[in-house]
């Protein structure tokens, strides 16, 4: 079993506290924790994350007992450090004292060849050392869908940018794109997920689509599950035909996930913990959809 938090808010400094409140884990203590956004562009939520929800994050994190906190991360199409510039990442760094590393400003040999058993890259790729080499990882991500052909940007899809940018075009021309973001996964474990489920795009994405209010954080260990929960809460809002077809556990990107054995493999593998009545009743829709 995995828990999953999920939390019923449009505050995002209570969802990310209440996050880390009902999970009652505290995996960054005396770490150095390497912390992944999602900042492909500096589009509002939820193109990219919100700096409330970074900002509450590292405070967090802090008060957890980090040793330090790095910010790595590469924006695509957009440029990274003009990105981070408008994102307000570097002032914000200044106000609470962390690290940032731009990944498309590192060195080649910053990174490490990977090649993932029974593979669909055609040799592997390099993936960015720091997060090869870190002690803890703590990712944020955005509940969205994605138009280009991974159909749901979550989790596995937020693992992307720690390969190096070269790489994209061939995971952006392949007919097996969503399998190939689950097998970038398999390279590396982050210890937490938050989805910061305030804003949503219901289609279109990752830069544009149609915002629908969800006004939901989930939170886990697990990237199968919060991926999972995740495609639920977008179909409950109503979403693309890619999105919505078929059985939630047979969507490539999980479906590929599971057969790496990343995670759970069943929605009954799940263990919901919620902060209010109405994140309760938000959950037996999940479940329904999950079950479908």
């Not at 440029?79 to 400003?105: P, Q, R, W």
């Not at 790489?167 to 007919?175: G, N, T």
Request: charged letters at 25%; a negative charge; aromatic letters at 6%.
């Amino acid at each position: 079993m995995t828990k999953i938090a999920v939390i019923s808010t449009r505050d995002r400094v209570y969802g990310v506290n209440k996050s880390l409140e009902l999970l009652g884990i505290n995996l960054v203590k005396g770490k150095n924790v390497i912390l992944k956004p999602n900042f492909n562009t500096a589009d509002p939520p939820p193109a990219s994350s919100s700096m409330e929800t970074v900002r509450q994050l590292i405070i967090k994190l802090k008060e957890m007992g980090a040793k330090t906190i790095t910010v790595a991360e590469r924006s695509g199409p957009a440029n990274t450090a003009k990105t981070f510039k408008k994102k307000g990442l570097y002032s914000l760094a200044e106000e609470l004292d962390f690290g940032i590393v731009d990944l498309t400003t590192v060195s080649k040999e910053e990174y490490i060849f990977k090649k993932p058993e029974d593979s669909h890259w055609k040799d592997g790729f390099l993936f960015a050392k720091i997060y090869d080499d870190a002690e803890c990882i703590i990712e944020t991500c955005c509940l969205k869908t994605h138009m280009y052909g991974g159909h749901f940007t979550l989790s596995l899809k937020n693992a992307v940018a720690l390969v190096r940018k070269e790489y994209m075009s061939e995971l952006h021309s392949s007919k097996n794109q969503r399998e190939m973001i689950a097998e970038i996964n398999a390279v590396y474990k982050p210890d937490l997920v938050v989805i910061d489920g305030v804003i949503s795009f219901i289609d279109g994405g990752p830069m544009e689509g149609t915002r629908k209010e969800a006004n939901v954080f989930v939170a886990g260990t697990d990237k199968i599950a919060i991926d999972a929960v995740g495609v639920a809460v977008l179909r409950i809002l109503g979403t693309t035909p890619e999105v919505t077809n078929g059985s939630i556990f047979d969507q490539a990107q999980i479906k590929r996930a599971i057969e790496l054995g990343l995670g759970i493999s069943s929605p009954k593998e799940i263990e919901f913990i919620t902060d209010s009545e109405e994140a309760e009743k938000l959950v037996l829709q999940i479940k329904e959809k999950l079950a479908e």
